[in-house]
């Protein structure tokens, strides 16, 4: 009953221990993932302010979206200077997620150039040169992975792993798990003892004393009804349902066989014997002297 009780108490007080720990990442996970989004926004603005500047003395950098920057320059450059600038600005911010960059022209807004990065540079640039071109350029920036990669700067997501470690090793240790203990369980279950006579249904053996006898199915199943109902009057008609599933003359005449043999199994046991009720069926009795 005490253990009952400290498992229902474990049960409540681990609930709601993991429901305000689940409660407090949560809100704590939003803060730093909102921590974590303005710091990007201001260093990718920064960055792409910066190579805009580079070509123009007129920047405009919106946040349009979540994850897209969009960059007024009116920049009289190449698309591949534009291209290589914000890769450069970037990289140097060590912004090393994925990114696609789209130049447009600026009179019309019609996308002339894009560029997939799978792979930032992390090494500076050499030998960068500006070119110029007559087409007046502005440019954007998608971060299609913006989200995942912010997630993955949590460290929260690190500690609330270690905490459930904790606890699930505390559960481990409080009840002693042990991975052969069902095992165990099982086998004790399938032994039933009585007086000097020990009975395993799994196994199909009858312990008596020092002697063990191989039973076969049905006397298995005899000796299971008597051992889990002793001193307790069991009708013929049980038998002969359970085990023969039939009934008949010839039936029945099988079935005084089976205990006639049963009977000279338990002989060596006198404290354990088969009591022939007539025209009612058979009792095992257990002597407690």
């Given at each position: 009953?005490?253990?009952?009780?400290?498992?229902?108490?474990?049960?409540?007080?681990?609930?709601?221990?993991?429901?305000?720990?689940?409660?407090?990442?949560?809100?704590?996970?939003?803060?730093?993932?909102?921590?974590?989004?303005?710091?990007?926004?201001?260093?990718?603005?920064?960055?792409?302010?910066?190579?805009?500047?580079?070509?123009?003395?007129?920047?405009?950098?919106?946040?349009?979206?979540?994850?897209?920057?969009?960059?007024?320059?009116?920049?009289?450059?190449?698309?591949?200077?534009?291209?290589?600038?914000?890769?450069?600005?970037?990289?140097?911010?060590?912004?090393?997620?994925?990114?696609?960059?789209?130049?447009?022209?600026?009179?019309?807004?019609?996308?002339?150039?894009?560029?997939?990065?799978?792979?930032?540079?992390?090494?500076?640039?050499?030998?960068?040169?500006?070119?110029?071109?007559?087409?007046?350029?502005?440019?954007?920036?998608m971060f299609p992975t913006r989200e995942s990669?912010?997630?993955?700067?949590?460290?929260?997501?690190?500690?609330?792993?270690?905490?459930?470690?904790?606890?699930?090793?505390?559960?481990?240790?409080?009840?002693?798990?042990?991975?052969?203990?069902?095992?165990?369980?099982?086998?004790?279950?399938?032994?039933?003892?009585?007086?000097?006579?020990?009975?395993?249904?799994?196994?199909?053996?009858?312990?008596?004393?020092?002697?063990?006898?191989?039973?076969?199915?049905?006397?298995?199943?005899?000796?299971?009804?008597?051992?889990?109902?002793?001193?307790?009057v069991i009708e013929r008609k049980v038998f002969?349902?359970?085990?023969?599933?039939?009934?008949?003359?010839?039936?029945?005449?099988?079935?005084?066989?089976?205990?006639?043999?049963?009977?000279?199994?338990?002989?060596?046991?006198?404290?354990?014997?088969?009591?022939?009720?007539?025209?009612?069926?058979?009792?095992?009795?257990?002597?407690?002297?």
């Open positions: 009953m005490s253990n009952s009780r400290d498992v229902k108490n474990l049960i409540i007080y681990g609930g709601v221990a993991l429901g305000i720990l689940i409660c407090t990442q949560i809100y704590w996970f939003s803060k730093a993932f909102d921590a974590n989004s303005e710091s990007f926004d201001h260093t990718v603005s920064a960055a792409l302010f910066a190579a805009a500047d580079t070509m123009s003395d007129e920047v405009s950098v919106e946040k349009r979206a979540a994850n897209y920057f969009y960059v007024t320059s009116n920049a009289l450059v190449t698309s591949k200077t534009v291209d290589t600038l914000i890769r450069k600005e970037l990289a140097a911010r060590n912004i090393l997620l994925e990114y696609e960059i789209g130049v447009y022209n600026a009179e019309d807004d019609s996308l002339v150039h894009v560029t997939s990065v799978k792979s930032p540079a992390t090494t500076p640039f050499e030998d960068l040169k500006i070119e110029a071109d007559a087409t007046h350029k502005n440019f954007a920036v990669f912010l997630v993955g700067k949590n460290d929260l997501i690190l500690i609330t792993l270690i905490v459930l470690a904790l606890i699930a090793l505390f559960i481990y240790n409080y009840f002693d798990i042990n991975p052969f203990s069902n095992t165990n369980n099982s086998l004790n279950t399938n032994q039933i003892s009585l007086g000097a006579c020990t009975l395993d249904t799994h196994n199909q053996i009858l312990n008596v004393g020092k002697t063990s006898h191989q039973l076969t199915y049905k006397e298995n199943q005899i000796l299971k009804l008597f051992f889990e109902n002793p001193n307790q002969l349902e359970n085990i023969w599933e039939q009934d008949g003359f010839f039936v029945a005449r099988s079935m005084d066989v089976f205990i006639s043999k049963i009977r000279k199994y338990l002989k060596a046991e006198e404290s354990v014997r088969i009591e022939n009720l007539r025209s009612i069926g058979y009792r095992l009795v257990i002597n407690q002297n």
